[in-house]
Structures are given as C-alpha cells and as structure tokens.
C-alpha cells in the first residue's frame, strides 16, 4: 500500500493528476483490463470541486471531478475524507450522478466561460462536507469517510436513483475466511486508468466516466477489506479518482455497499484497500446521516 487513491499526502486526487487529465486520452475510468462502463449503477456519482486554482485567492475559479462516491439514501453522498480536506478556503463541494462527469463538465465549460459557478451548476447540486473527526487517525483505523449531505429533492430532480444498501454491523467478520473468498465483488467509480509506462514515467490516462470491474478477496483487517486487482485472475480495480466509490460484494443475493476505495499500490495493479462499512468506526461516523440497517 503507498499511494493514497486520491489523496493529499502521496498524493493523489484526480485534482493532482491534473497534469494527466490535462493531456488525456480517450476517456476511461477504473483500470483498463477487465472494466466495463456502469450506467446501471445510478447511485454511484463524482465529487465536484470548486476550488481556488489562481492568483485571486478567494474566488474558486476552478471546478473539477476529483474523486467518487455514492449515494447511501437520498441526501447522503458517501465519499472519503482524504477527498474533503485539504482544500483551500472557500471550496464547494458538489455531487453529479452523471456517467459521464468530465464530457459534462468539458460542456458546461464551454457553455459558460469564466463562470465557474454556472459550471458547477450545470454538472452537480451543492452539498456540505461532513469529515470524519479522527481523521487522520492511526493506519489501523484511519476514519477516512466522509459524507456529503445534498438536497435530496434537487438531487431526485435530476437524477433516478436507488441509494445503495449498508451492511450490517459486522458482517464481514461473521463470513469468515472462506465465505468472504466465496463472494463476487464489484467495484465501481470514475478513476483512471493503471499506470502507463511512457517516457518520463508513469502515466494514468482516461477518467472521469463511470465504470466497474470485478475484484476478488485478499485480506480483511479491523477498518480495512482488501481486494485483488490482480488482472490474471480476472479481476480489474481501482485507481486515482475512484477513492471514496463503492466497491460491492453480494450476499444473500443482496448487493452491499462493503467498503469504500482509500488507497492500494501506487501503479494500480494489485491491491484495492477499501475502508469497512461493517466496522465500528464507519457506523458510528454514518449514523447521525443515515438509518443504519
Ligand atoms: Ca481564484
Ligand atoms: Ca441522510
């Protein structure tokens, strides 16, 4: 594990990816191999930012994806809290439900230069940031959740969804070893693609489109489900700018909302870390927001 999926520190939110995103490819999100595009999966969206980006502080000017979420019911956009902090004072938080959040923006930047509040507008409702309080706390539980409240009649007005469903408390330690390898996960969210080697180092094209792919289990640990991107058994994964999206696994033939993306291998190409659902920690964080099951 080094790189965080979005974050500050090792940085990487789509927003540090700028440079990437700037000379992008066709666009694409998750990993390449193994990803499928997600239309059906309404409830999961993009976290827009409208930040501070030039010489005149005070006047956030520029709008942007920068990570992924989803919609727990219907005016709680869960995401990840290294996705709300940081930022410079004066920055909105947004939500779009789009499939595709960049070709939305790329259009509203069009239709509306030099207004970067009609920009945000065109693309997301406005919501209000929730950061978990310990965070950043102790890697074994690091409170890296956060959750963006928005209005739920602005939200329906423009986007049919079905707010994901939650665990319960600890069902993931309740299947145990064998039963959790027995699930199939999906994660889903608008992150680019795995690293590209190309001459100056590592890329990460594509982004901004809401895909999913498969993963499998590895390991699961207090705060932490780990899953295997590992291409050769079949499974794709998450990179810079899905952090905060979902990542599913099927019980009972339930689809649940399990973990969040935080951070896996800084190429993306093995490990997706996912912050529990089921675990003391992200219940207690979410309560106050949503009827837990
Ligand atoms: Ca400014
Ligand atoms: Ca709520």
Known sequence: ??????????????????????????????????????????????????????????????????????????????TAAHCTTDWPKGTTFHVSLDQDVQGALDEAAAA??????????????????????????????????????????????????????????????????QGLKDLDYTVAGYGTQEAQREPGGHTHPGGGERLQAPLSYNALNKAWLRLSMIGAQDNGGACYGDSGGPNFARIDGERLLVGTTITGDAPCYATNVTYRLDAPGARAFLAPFVDLP
């Open 1 to 78: 594990m080094t790189a965080t999926h979005a974050g500050r520190a090792v940085a990487v939110t789509a927003a540090a990816c700028a440079a990437v995103l700037a000379t992008a490819l066709p666009s694409s999100a998750i990993n390449s191999y193994n990803s499928s595009p997600a239309p059906e999966r309404t409830e999961v969206g993009a976290l827009v930012v409208q930040y501070d980006n030039d010489d005149d502080p005070g006047t956030p000017d520029r709008v942007r994806w920068v990570c992924s979420g989803t919609m727990i019911d219907a005016d709680t956009f869960l």
């Open 112 to 177: 509306h230069p030099g207004d970067p509040d009609a920009v945000a507008a065109a693309v997301a409702v406005p919501g209000t940031a929730h950061n978990h309080p310990g965070y950043p706390g102790p890697s074994s539980d690091t409170g890296d959740i956060s959750v963006v409240e928005v209005s739920a009649e602005a939200t329906a007005s423009r986007w049919d969804f079905t707010p994901a469903t939650l665990p319960n408390a600890g069902q993931l330690d309740a299947l145990g070893p």
